[in-house]
């Protein structure tokens, strides 16, 4: 009796698998046929542009796609001359070897999609072939080198990389880029009287930032007291030190114009090699203070790369940002990916929203529960794309271009901009770079070792 029980049970759990596997083909084959019309209708589409009469004037710039728009007008604005006078060689160099870091009157922070785009599924994908395959190379010397260290996870801040994989710029420098937005986003939350309009724009200062911190080739690695001056156009002054060695943590800080907020944190950051990617994290808050006693703070993403190795290279941001504003008892949730399937549904499904896009609330904190929260204003959008809030429009980074911080003329003596192995690099002498580079990392050793020794902490 009890066989014949378990053949029964066999039986059914084998029908209901063969019905489970009938939906799905039946899923994936209307998914087909959406595919299939779409193409159909683009096809009709471009033959119906194509018999338009060619007199008629064609704008290109408002026809294709706003990123490629993006990258057009950079372009055309990178091949102009300079207008500043006073920028000192090394300066010079570094935005004629990096033409889409030009300044103009209209465009003032060029930096966006020369070399990148966004990727199909979502995120930024590297878009210069060139610079993939050199990277690429250096990559996989540093895997036969030292493989088993790296792929076992090891921490790669610990890892000496080859210089090829550099930019001439330290990580200060690009520390500095993330808070392009704040002469116009921390102004607007700086006159806003309703608290919950300041925290919107906040989050925006905040999230619209997050892709300039984005970029192909690894900034040197800040020296123990490194430091990086600089400044906007509002008044708004820029300071960042290396504050620890191992693990590396990094200091900012920025004091808003006639001491209207002052915006400082700290960052301890780390990075491991998995196979074919590199995920990153940032340990440490982010902490905003106005002039009125409102205080605001939140965390930063986890960063996820993919293709290092082999196939596409494309970065994103990933897990969950936390705002609190405890001055006025409001909190928001920022989801990256909110759409995310996990592996074993993604063989499956396809995903209906890009990797990239973000979705959040603003709520009030008090009642710890969920069911209890008071929702004021929901958030969507993406932080590659744009930002709206109740379906009103924030920002968008075809018309909210950034500002690029301007370097301190008189610097410190611990400023990156003074780096020996960073301004040969420059100079595209790759040779003294790594011999600079190594010579400075032996002697950080040396000294971090003669601290660990002699150390006079009982």
């Known amino acids: 009796m009890s066989s014949v029980y378990f053949r029964k049970r066999n039986n059914k759990t084998t029908r209901k698998l063969k019905k489970q596997k009938i939906k799905n083909e039946k899923k994936k084959q209307k998914i087909k046929n959406e595919k299939k019309q779409e193409k159909t209708k683009n096809k009709k589409i471009k033959t119906k542009n194509k018999n338009k009469k060619k007199h008629k004037h064609k704008k290109t710039l408002e026809t294709t796609n706003s990123r490629e728009n993006m990258r057009i007008k950079i372009s055309a604005f990178s091949s102009e001359s300079d207008q500043e006078t006073d920028l000192d060689e090394t300066q010079e160099l570094f935005y004629t070897r990096f033409p889409y870091l030009r300044k103009d009157t209209d465009f003032k922070y060029l930096r966006k999609f020369l070399q990148e785009r966004l990727y199909k599924s979502g995120g930024v994908q590297l878009l210069n072939s060139e610079e993939a395959k050199n990277q690429r190379v250096y990559c996989w010397e540093l895997v036969k080198s030292i493989g088993k260290e790296i792929l076992d996870g090891k921490e790669l801040t610990r890892i000496s990389m080859p210089i090829g994989l550099f930019e001439p710029r330290s990580f200060l420098e690009r520390l500095a880029d993330s808070f392009a937005y704040a002469p116009v986003y921390l102004e607007r939350a700086y006159g806003s009287i309703n608290p919950i309009e300041r925290l919107k724009n906040v989050i925006v200062f905040a999230l619209a930032g997050l892709h300039l911190s984005l970029t192909n080739s690894k900034p040197f690695n800040p020296v ?235």
């Open 224 to 458: 123990l007291g490194e430091t990086y001056q600089s400044s906007f156009s509002n008044g708004t002054k820029i300071f960042c030190e290396q504050t620890a060695h191992h693990p590396p943590s990094s200091n900012f800080e920025l004091i808003g114009p006639k001491d209207k907020y002052h915006f400082f944190g700290n960052g301890i950051w780390s990075a491991s090699f998995r196979g074919n990617k590199i995920n990153c994290s940032q340990e440490g808050k982010c902490q905003l203070n106005f002039k009125d006693g409102t205080i605001i703070s939140w965390n930063n993403p986890l960063v996820h790369i993919s293709g290092v190795l082999w196939g596409d290279r494309v970065t994103n941001f990933t897990g969950k940002m936390l705002f609190k504003d405890q001055t006025n008892d409001l909190e928001a949730q920022i989801i990256f990916d909110p759409a995310s399937l996990g592996f074993v549904k993604s063989i499956f499904f396809s995903q209906k929203l890009p990797t990239h896009s973000i979705s959040g609330t603003i709520y009030k904190s008090s009642p710890k529960k969920k069911k209890n929260r008071k929702i004021f204003s929901k958030i969507e959008g993406s932080w590659i794309e744009s930002i709206s809030f109740d379906g009103d429009p924030y920002w968008d980074i075809d018309e909210n271009l950034p500002e690029r911080p301007i370097p301190e003329k008189n610097p410190l003596p611990s400023d990156s901009t003074l780096r020996k192995d960073r301004n040969a690099l420059l100079k595209n002498d790759l040779q003294s770079a790594g011999e600079m580079k190594i010579m400075i990392e032996e002697k950080q050793r040396y000294n971090y070792r003669l601290r660990e020794t002699r150390s006079f902490r009982k």
